[in-house]
């Protein structure tokens, strides 16, 4: 203090004075002036001290102003000097001198600080400098899925085009996991940066420039996955064909961002922040939590949208996408801090979870309500058949997941019966073979009431036949028959069948009852000959005229029924002709028998014609 440094020149003039005394002795003078210079020795050797402080806290400022012209200067040149400051700065506690303290460690803070803000300024430098990036196929996300679009008529839909995911994407994240997000050469570098600025204090400063740099290149990844930021409200109000496309990018940039990226994140936090405690998982957070809060906003913005059919399909994948990400989110959100961020993934889940089942009953629902408003021209395979069993075709690709979100609840008493059936048998009884079994039950139940819109008793046979084939070749020919099982399938082959052989009853009783004798007894006359023969002609041209309109899409079972109808008409009509040969004459012979064989093979092709000669006779 400025006071003791006055006591002590005080003491010593009083020393002098005294010494200089006529009335003390030789001894006491020479006592008194050994004193004098001891307190001239420890005020001399105290102000040296100080001195000598000033001189090397000015040499530290002059370096520290030498380094700030120099844009060249790596940092660890600033680091040398955070340690030569803070070695200065303690020796600033060995002083009495509590005013020439406070303006030696105000001087000396003033410098370092100079110090940090180059330091944070050479952080920002590495971290974007040195940013190392993920392969373009690290982030491809290649999918074959086709889209099933719902609208009332169902008629948006093409046939055999399945919906489906591809999942290759996983095995590139698992490898993609592994990458430094920053080049592993700087990573020593930036723990010594982190070191020197939290010894100086400064750690809030270090972490904040280090949040919101790394924030700035997981922002740069959003850019690069094309999710967009934006409201809930907004999302709401979007079409599905843009909607759909940006829940694709958001499956993609769940799977990336947390099995990927933020686990490289997390590893970088505590290679450079680890020593220093929870301070890393703070870091970590911060960088982390707005981008992954915006990706669960979108998917509670896609669940509480309409639940039309099409968007189960989105629904699945993002359920699936936050199960698949799971193991990999308890492990980077783990810390209290982290709590929130957690109980959102969480509720996401329940809230998709839900949507799903509504959706699931409600595209049951669509089905059994779909309506019958006007008959469906050629008596072809229905949109709705074609939807639904494409639809239910794509559903057993998510068969695991489906397991178990629809449960037993969702199905109907009505299907009880048809399950003790099951129950003995190979087919799977789980909960999604039941609703499957109850969606086509009630598809089958809707396809009736369409076929009831024809007029003609025939083409409702036609129908039906067209539609359950349908049904049992998409079963046999995809995973469906897992689901549905042989019992099923024979059941369903009965049913067309049966529609086959009433279409051939209904349609051909009547025109081969004219080919029929009264009683072999009864003599036929010529002129009841002729009259038959006349009428199997009309009637046969009428059949003719009218069901080559009419449609049977698949050829093998189109052959099969023209063979059918063959078999029933042309030997009736050969032994017919045969019986009473002698009695026809030439010109009552419309057609030959290589005639009707010619004509019947134009039957159900879809598009109507006229008989008016014969094949083979101008």
Known sequence: MEEDQHMVSAAQHILKAL???????????????????????????????????ERKLKCLEDKVMSLEKNDSVISSEYLKLVGEIQTLQQKFDSLNENWKQKELVQKSNEILQVVMLRLE???????????????????????????LVYDESFGSVEDERINKVSRSIDDSLSEASNIDLVNPSVVEDLKSIAKAMFGSNYQHEFCHVFISSRRDALDEYFVILEIERLSIENMLKMEWQSLNRMIKKWIRAM?????????????????????????????????????????????????MGTHTPEKLFCLLDMYEALEHVAVDKDFLFIEEIDSFVTREFHNLQRFIVETIKSTFLSFRNAIATNPSKKCFPCGGVHPLTKYVMNYINALVEYGDSLNLLVDETLTDQSDSNDENNYENSTVSCSPLACNLRLITTTLESNLCNKSKLYNDVALQHIFMMNNIHYMVQKVKSSNLCNFFGDLWLRRHVGMFQHYARSYEKVSWSSVLSFLRDESLSTCVTERKIKKKCKDFSAAFGEVYKTQTGWS???????????????????????????????????????????????????????????????????
């Open 255 to 303: 799977k990336f961002i947390v099995q990927a990226y933020l686990v490289g994140e997390k590893r970088l936090c505590k290679q450079i922040l680890g020593d220093f405690g929870s301070v890393y998982q703070y870091c970590f957070s911060e960088i982390s939590r707005s981008s992954v809060l915006h990706l669960l906003n979108f998917g509670e913005a896609i669940a």
């Open 121 to 147: 300024e050479e952080l920002v430098q590495i971290l974007v400098n040195h940013k190392q990036y993920f392969e373009v196929d690290y982030m491809s996300f290649n999918s074959n899925r086709v889209d």
């Open 19 to 53: 010494a200089s005394s006529k009335t003390v002795s030789h001894e006491m003078r020479k006592t008194l002036l050994d004193l004098e210079i001891q307190l001239s020795t420890i005020n001399e050797r105290k102000g040296s001290g100080i001195k000598q402080l």
């Open 552 to 618: 049977v899409p698949d050829k093998e079972l189109r052959e099969d029924l023209q063979i059918s109808v063959s078999q029933k008409v042309i030997p009736a009509y050969r032994s017919y002709t045969g019986r009473h040969s002698s009695k026809i004459d030439e010109k009552w012979i419309k057609y030959t028998v290589d005639d009707l064989q010619c004509y019947i093979l134009d039957l159900f092709q879809g598009s109507s014609k006229s008989l008016h000669h014969s094949h083979h006779r101008k």
